[in-house]
C-alpha cells in the first residue's frame, strides 16, 4: 500500500524473500524474521539500504537500527557507522534518543 510519508509517497510491501527488498530504501525484519537478518545483510552489503530489526544482537549482525527491551519498554540502537558507511546520516535527535 500507499502512504504518503513528507513530500514522497512510500510504497509499504509485505516481502516474502530478500530478492523482493534489493530496490528498497528501508527494510524492517519483525522479531519473527530476526533470524534472516545475517543473509538479508550479506545479500545487501553495499547498497544504500538501511536495515531495521528487533532482534538479539541485531546491531553486531549488521542492521543499522535495532530495536531492544529495555526496563519492559521499546527502545532502540544505531550502528552509525555501518549507516555512514552507506551514505546515511541519522538527525540528531534519534541519535540522542538511542540507547547506543
Given at each position: 500500500s500507499d502512504v504518503p510519508l513528507g513530500g514522497q509517497t512510500v510504497e509499504m510491501i509485505d516481502?516474502?524473500?530478500?530478492?523482493?527488498v534489493?530496490?528498497?530504501h528501508i527494510v524492517l525484519l519483525s522479531?519473527?524474521?530476526?533470524?534472516?537478518?545475517?543473509?538479508l545483510v550479506k545479500t545487501?552489503?553495499?547498497?544504500?539500504?538501511?536495515?531495521?530489526s528487533h532482534a538479539e544482537n541485531g546491531l553486531e549482525t549488521g542492521a543499522?537500527?535495532?530495536?531492544?527491551?529495555?526496563?519492559?519498554?521499546?527502545r532502540y540502537e544505531l550502528n552509525q557507522q555501518s549507516a555512514?558507511?552507506?551514505d546515511i546520516t541519522?538527525?540528531?535527535?534519534?541519535?540522542?534518543s538511542a540507547e547506543k
Open positions: 516481502a516474502n524473500s530478500i530478492d523482493q534489493k530496490s528498497a522479531r519473527t524474521s530476526a533470524d534472516k537478518l545475517p543473509e545487501l552489503k553495499g547498497a544504500a539500504i538501511l536495515i531495521i543499522d537500527v535495532n530495536f531492544i527491551i529495555k526496563d519492559n519498554l521499546l555512514e558507511e552507506k541519522f538527525g540528531s535527535m534519534l541519535i540522542q
